[in-house]
């Protein structure tokens, strides 16, 4: 349920701001872009740019906090 | 193929059916791979719920299989889901498509002022699980 939750959050995100995409990845359908990325556990969210990663799902105010965080 | 059962399916075509406005779901890349084949037949069936308001598209130039939407009131939003939209991603699709359609998020208000303040493009990748 933590990857449908993440998911929820994110879409609603950016349903409300434009300059956010998104592209949901199913690491065991694309094993080699997780190994490539290193992705250990699900669900993890990668921004770019700045390449920070955030594991697991957190609450909607921390979410828009880190991506606000990640433009700078 | 049916991925649901007669009771759900009904509901889920009752939601679909009144959407807001039309959206088109695009299935991109070559037929040969597994998972374009296994997305195109949940794809169509989607569709099929709801021929009214849903569409889709093939496209078979694209490397990587993936899966995005587009409607005629909401181009800006940018989803895209890689993989074959079942288990809990079928119902994150269903969720993408209400949003194109115009339906609107709900947030807070905390989360919708932070969100404003966004001024340069970020793209974010979500690593999941269909389980």
Redesign the interface.
Known sequence: ?A??Q???L?????????????????????PE??QE?N?LG????????GSQRLQGVVP??Y???Y??Q??T | MSYLQNQDEHALSQRLASLPSAVEVVVEGSIEHPIVVETLDVVSYLVSLSPETLSYEHHSGALDPKVWLQSQVFRSLDITFWGVPTGLEFTALVEAIELYSGIAPQTDVTTRSLLEQISSRIAASIFVSPT
């Not at chain 1, 990845?25 to 694309?30: K, Y």
């Not at chain 1, 699900?42 to 770019?48: A, G, N, Y």
Request: charged fraction near 5%.
């Open positions: 349920m990857c449908a993440m998911v929820h994110a879409m609603q995100c950016a349903a409300l701001q434009p300059l956010l995409s998104l592209a949901i990845i199913q690491v065991d359908q694309f872009r997780g990325l992705i699900v669900p993890t969210t990668i921004l770019e740019p909607a105010p979410f828009a906090g991506l606000l990640a433009q």
